[in-house]
T-cell receptor
Framework: GAGVSQSPSNKVTEKGKDVELRCDPISGHTALYWYRQSLGQGLEFLIYFQGNSAPDKSGLPSDRFSAERTGGSVSTLTIQRTQQEDSAVYLC????????????FGPGTRLTVL | GQQVMQIPQYQHVQEGEDFTTYCNSSTTLSNIQWYKQRPGGHPVFLIQLVKSGEVKKQKRLTFQFGEAKKNSSLHITATQTTDVGTYFCAGSHNNNDMRFGAGTRLTVKP
């Protein structure tokens, strides 16, 4: 089937605005991850969903960040009152079931906060 | 969560030279994965190691998992320009999460 898809591919917003980033995981994958990658930097873990379990939110940098996963499939990452330091590529990945299964990454959403 | 440390951060080599990146943890890992991210792309899975002392090869790439399962390495023999990118390790300490290292960015001069 299709791979992980993310939308939009690019998002430019003004400081203070809210943004929503969407991730469609591979069909049948129960685990879903969000990462943030600043230019030339590594992968910063944000949040992890596994089936019906409570998500691991330990990586969210502030309470302006939140994420939900509806029906165990599509996920939305919301950033409220965006700041310039939020500018980065936001990557979503899904895996079949366990945390240790191979992660398949989407192409990412490049967020620019002016 | 517990961290996985990766070194070096950057490596510049002449085409044909070898390259190695190292991943270390202070505590035992249940498994380790390696990913490659080409410039402008997203990370792509390369391999997973599970057993103590495990060695796996993919053409010019050799992956090792330490005997104590606290470290791992990726070695590329005779680098080519197509090897350019950032190599990430990701380790799990308890099978409930995977944490990525900071990555090693490899550049290859033709």
């Amino acid at each position: 089937g299709a791979g992980v898809s993310q939308s939009p591919s690019n998002k430019v917003t003004e400081k203070g605005k809210d943004v929503e980033l969407r991730c469609d995981p591979i069909s049948g994958h129960t685990a879903l991850y969000w990462y943030r990658q600043s230019l030339g930097q590594g992968l910063e873990f944000l949040i992890y969903f596994q089936g019906n379990s409570a998500p691991d939110k330990s990586g969210l940098p502030s309470d302006r960040f939140s994420a939900e996963r509806t029906g165990g499939s599509v996920s939305t990452l919301t950033i409220q009152r965006t700041q310039q330091e939020d500018s980065a590529v936001y990557l979503c990945a899904s895996s079949l079931a366990r945390a240790t299964d191979t992660q398949y990454f989407g192409p990412g959403t490049r967020l620019t906060v002016l | 969560g517990q961290q996985v440390m990766q070194i070096p951060q950057y490596q510049h080599v002449q085409e044909g030279e070898d390259f190695t990146t190292y991943c270390n943890s202070s505590t035992t890992l249940s498994n380790i994965q390696w990913y490659k991210q080409r410039p402008g792309g997203h990370p792509v899975f390369l391999i997973q190691l599970v057993k103590s002392g495990e060695v796996k090869k993919q053409k010019r790439l050799t992956f090792q998992f330490g005997e104590a399962k606290k470290n791992s390495s990726l070695h590329i023999t005779a680098t080519q320009t197509t090897d350019v990118g950032t190599y990430f390790c990701a380790g799990s300490h308890n099978n409930n999460d995977m944490r990525f290292g900071a990555g090693t960015r490899l550049t290859v001069k033709p």
